[in-house]
């Protein structure tokens, strides 16, 4: 069993900078890939960004430019670095890892940007 904890959310201005964290248990090496999700009141939960175990990165068009995700695999934790944040990116920000055909998800972490 795969447990991933999400942290660094918050209350951010316009124009701000945020990093979360997520954090694996036990070593990430295998969970390929591994991603950020999120979900915006009233909307569907869709991708922002996935990275594989080999460093291989996939963004959703909107998040391209503005957010970074990496992984440190002896530290066991991926992170997404969001830069020029907008209103619009408020939402709960999950994360997920795939290992062996199962996807674990986080339990969240709340991202509001509002002046």
């Known amino acids: 069993q795969v447990q991933v904890v999400e942290s660094g959310g918050g209350l951010v201005q316009p124009g701000g900078s945020l990093r979360l964290s997520c954090a694996a248990s036990?070593?990430?090496?295998?969970?390929?890939?591994m991603g950020w999700y999120r979900q915006a009141p009233g909307k569907q939960r869709e991708l922002v960004a996935s990275?594989?175990?080999?460093?291989?990165?996939n963004y959703a068009d909107s998040m391209k430019g503005r957010f970074l995700i990496s992984r440190d695999n002896a530290q066991n934790t991926v992170y997404l670095q969001m830069n020029s944040l907008k209103p619009d990116d408020t939402a709960v920000y999950y994360c997920?890892?795939?290992?062996?055909?199962?996807?674990?998800w986080g339990k969240g972490t709340l991202v509001t940007v509002s002046s």
């Open positions: 997920n890892a795939h290992l062996g055909g199962i996807t674990y």
């Open positions: 036990g070593s990430i090496f295998d969970l390929d890939p």
């Open positions: 990275i594989t175990s080999g460093g291989v990165t």
